[in-house]
C-alpha cells in the first residue's frame, strides 16, 4: 500500500494552488459582494484542462482519475470554496455528456463546454422534492420535434447565469425509472429564472429557480435514454461528493495555516497564544481530524476510480466526514481568531459560512448515513 502522491499528482495539486492564488483569492471577497463570478475567469481555468477534469481524453478532456480531480479542488479551494465548488458542477455535467450523450449532441455541447466559453448546471432539485429526489414533478412531453417542459426547478447553483442546463425531468411513470435528463439551453423561450437567493456562504455563486414554461427542446437534446436520467443523475452524485469533499478539506486546511501563523504573532497575558497548551492540542486535534479526513477522501477516491464494488458507500462516508471534519475545524479556526476571526479582513468567517452548505448539498449527511446503514444491513 503505497499512500504518497506520484510527482504528476503533486504538479497537479500545486498547479491548480498556484493558480487559486494568482487568480482567485486576491478576488473571492469582490465577486462574493457582487453576487457573481466574472465568467472571463473560466477559460483561463480551461486552459489547465479544467473544465473536463475526468472526461476522457478520446472526447478532448483531461482524462485524470477521480482522485487526482480531488486535488484540484482542495487546491483551488484553499483560495475560494464557492469557487471550487461552483467548477465542480460544470466538471459533473461535462462528464454526463461524455458518458452518456449521443455523437450529435455531444458535438454540440462538450468541445465548447471543455474551453468552458459555456458553462453548465445540474437541475434535479425541485421546491418539492430534495432529498427524495426521485419524486420530481417536472415533466418533459413527448411532441413531433422533441420535448416540451413544464415545471420548476430549486436552488440551482449557476440558475441564470449559466449558458445550459441538464435538467432531470419525468417522461414516463413515477418513481426513478421515469426520469430523463435533457439539455435546455440558455436562451430558448419558456425558460425562465426566479430571483437571486439570498445565502449564507457560496454567495460569489449566482442560485436562482430554474422555470420552465411550455419550453420546447429538440429530441436530439436528450442525453442518453429515456428513462435513464436519474441513474445518470446519481451517477454523477458519487464524484460530486468527492469533490464536495474535497472543497472542505482545502478551505479548513486553509484556515488551520492561517490560524497557525495568527497565534504566533498574537499575544494575551504576556506571550504568543501559541504558548498555551490547550490551545496547542486544539491546533492538534485539527491537524489529526484534517488528515484523516484527507485519508477517507483519497481513498474514496481510488475506490470510485478502481471501481470498486463499496464505491458508493466510501463517497458517502468520506462526504460525511470531510464536510463535518472540515466545518469543525474552520469553525474553532474562527474561535482561536477571538474577535478578529468574525471580521471579514481575516478570511475565517468567509470559510465558515462557505463550507456549511456541504452538508446539506450533493444530498445531505443524513443521506449519506442512510447510504452507509443500508449497505451495512444489506450486507449482514
Ligand atoms: C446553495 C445551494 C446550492 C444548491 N445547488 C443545487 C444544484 O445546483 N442543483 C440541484 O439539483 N440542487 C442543488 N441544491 C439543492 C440541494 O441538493 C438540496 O437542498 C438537498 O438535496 C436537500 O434537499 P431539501 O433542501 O429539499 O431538503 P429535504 O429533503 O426537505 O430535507 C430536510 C431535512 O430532512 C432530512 N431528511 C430527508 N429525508 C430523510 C430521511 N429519509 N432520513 C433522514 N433524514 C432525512 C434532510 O437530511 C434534511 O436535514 C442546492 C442547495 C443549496 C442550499
Same mark, same amino acid.
Given at each position: 500500500?503505497?499512500?504518497?502522491?506520484?510527482?504528476?499528482?503533486? @504538479?497537479?495539486?500545486?498547479?491548480a494552488r498556484a493558480f487559486g492564488e494568482a487568480e482567485i483569492a486576491p478576488h473571492a471577497r469582490t465577486w462574493e459582494a457582487e453576487g457573481t463570478i466574472p465568467k472571463a475567469l473560466w477559460p483561463k481555468l480551461a486552459?489547465l484542462?479544467f473544465g473536463?477534469?475526468?472526461?476522457?481524453?478520446?472526447?478532448?478532456?483531461?482524462?485524470? *482519475?477521480?482522485?487526482?480531480?480531488?486535488?484540484v479542488f482542495?487546491a483551488l479551494s484553499r483560495s475560494c470554496a464557492s469557487v471550487a465548488a461552483f467548477l465542480s458542477i460544470h466538471n459533473?455535467?461535462?462528464?454526463?455528456?461524455?458518458?452518456?450523450? *449521443?455523437?450529435?449532441?455531444?458535438?454540440?455541447?462538450?468541445?465548447?463546454?471543455?474551453?468552458m466559453?459555456i458553462f453548465f448546471s445540474?437541475?434535479?432539485?425541485?421546491?418539492?422534492?430534495? *432529498?427524495?429526489?426521485?419524486?420530481?414533478?417536472?415533466?418533459?412531453?413527448?411532441?413531433?420535434?422533441?420535448?416540451?417542459?413544464?415545471?420548476?426547478?430549486?436552488f440551482i447553483s449557476g440558475g441564470g447565469y449559466s449558458d445550459?442546463?441538464?435538467?432531470?425531468?419525468?417522461?414516463?411513470?413515477?418513481?426513478?425509472?421515469?426520469?430523463?435528463?435533457?439539455?435546455? #439551453?440558455?436562451?430558448?423561450?419558456?425558460? *425562465?429564472f426566479?430571483g437571486l437567493e439570498d445565502k449564507m456562504g457560496w454567495r460569489s455563486q449566482p442560485t436562482r429557480?430554474?422555470?420552465?414554461? @411550455?419550453? @420546447?427542446?429538440?429530441?436530439?437534446?436528450?442525453?442518453? #435514454?429515456?428513462?435513464?436520467?436519474?441513474?445518470?443523475?446519481?451517477?454523477?452524485?458519487?464524484?460530486?461528493?468527492?469533490n464536495i469533499?474535497?472543497c472542505s478539506?482545502g478551505a479548513?486546511?486553509a484556515a488551520?495555516?492561517a490560524?497557525?501563523?495568527?497565534?504566533? #504573532?498574537?499575544?494575551?497575558?504576556?506571550?504568543?497564544?501559541?504558548?498555551?497548551? @490547550?490551545?496547542?492540542?486544539?491546533?492538534?486535534?485539527?491537524?489529526?481530524?484534517?488528515?484523516?479526513?484527507?485519508?477517507?477522501?483519497?481513498?474514496?477516491?481510488?475506490?470510485?476510480?478502481?471501481?470498486?464494488?463499496?464505491?458508493?458507500?466510501?463517497?458517502?462516508?468520506?462526504?460525511?466526514?470531510?464536510?463535518?471534519?472540515?466545518?469543525?475545524?474552520a469553525?474553532?479556526?474562527?474561535?482561536?481568531?477571538?474577535?478578529?476571526?468574525?471580521l471579514a479582513d481575516y478570511g475565517i468567517e468567509k470559510i465558515v459560512r462557505d463550507l456549511r452548505v456541504h452538508?446539506?448539498l450533493?444530498?445531505?449527511?443524513?443521506?449519506?448515513?442512510?447510504?452507509?446503514?443500508?449497505?451495512?444491513?444489506?450486507?449482514?
Amino acid at each position: 500500500m503505497d499512500f504518497a502522491l506520484s510527482e504528476e499528482q503533486e @504538479a497537479i495539486l500545486d498547479m491548480a494552488r498556484a493558480f487559486g492564488e494568482a487568480e482567485i483569492a486576491p478576488h473571492a471577497r469582490t465577486w462574493e459582494a457582487e453576487g457573481t463570478i466574472p465568467k472571463a475567469l473560466w477559460p483561463k481555468l480551461a486552459e489547465l484542462g479544467f473544465g473536463g477534469l475526468y472526461v476522457s481524453e478520446e472526447n478532448g478532456g483531461a482524462g485524470l *482519475s477521480r482522485l487526482d480531480a480531488t486535488l484540484v479542488f482542495e487546491a483551488l479551494s484553499r483560495s475560494c470554496a464557492s469557487v471550487a465548488a461552483f467548477l465542480s458542477i460544470h466538471n459533473m455535467c461535462a462528464k454526463m455528456l461524455d458518458t452518456f450523450a *449521443s455523437d450529435e449532441l455531444r458535438e454540440r455541447f462538450l468541445p465548447r463546454a471543455l474551453r468552458m466559453e459555456i458553462f453548465f448546471s445540474y437541475c434535479l432539485t425541485e421546491p418539492g422534492s430534495g *432529498s427524495d429526489a426521485a419524486a420530481l414533478k417536472t415533466r418533459a412531453a413527448r411532441t413531433n420535434e422533441g420535448y416540451t417542459l413544464d415545471g420548476t426547478k430549486a436552488f440551482i447553483s449557476g440558475g441564470g447565469y449559466s449558458d445550459a442546463y441538464i435538467v432531470m425531468a419525468r417522461t414516463g411513470e413515477d418513481g426513478p425509472r421515469g426520469i430523463s435528463a435533457i439539455v435546455v #439551453e440558455d436562451g430558448t423561450p419558456g425558460l *425562465s429564472f426566479g430571483g437571486l437567493e439570498d445565502k449564507m456562504g457560496w454567495r460569489s455563486q449566482p442560485t436562482r429557480q430554474v422555470q420552465f414554461d @411550455a419550453c @420546447a427542446v429538440p429530441a436530439g437534446n436528450l442525453l442518453g #435514454e429515456e428513462g435513464h436520467g436519474f441513474r445518470y443523475a446519481m451517477m454523477g452524485l458519487d464524484g460530486g461528493r468527492l469533490n464536495i469533499a474535497a472543497c472542505s478539506l482545502g478551505a479548513a486546511q486553509a484556515a488551520l495555516d492561517a490560524t497557525l501563523l495568527y497565534m504566533g #504573532e498574537r499575544k494575551a497575558f504576556g506571550k504568543t497564544i501559541d504558548q498555551f497548551q @490547550a490551545l496547542q492540542f486544539r491546533l492538534a486535534d485539527m491537524e489529526i481530524e484534517l488528515e484523516a479526513a484527507r485519508t477517507l477522501l483519497r481513498q474514496a477516491a481510488w475506490k470510485l476510480d478502481t471501481g470498486a464494488p463499496d464505491a458508493t458507500k466510501a463517497c458517502a462516508m468520506a462526504k460525511k466526514f470531510v464536510t463535518e471534519a472540515g466545518s469543525r475545524v474552520a469553525d474553532q479556526c474562527l474561535q482561536l481568531h477571538g474577535g478578529y476571526g468574525y471580521l471579514a479582513d481575516y478570511g475565517i468567517e468567509k470559510i465558515v459560512r462557505d463550507l456549511r452548505v456541504h452538508q446539506i448539498l450533493e444530498g445531505t449527511n443524513e443521506i449519506m448515513r442512510m447510504i452507509v446503514a443500508r449497505q451495512m444491513l444489506a450486507a449482514r
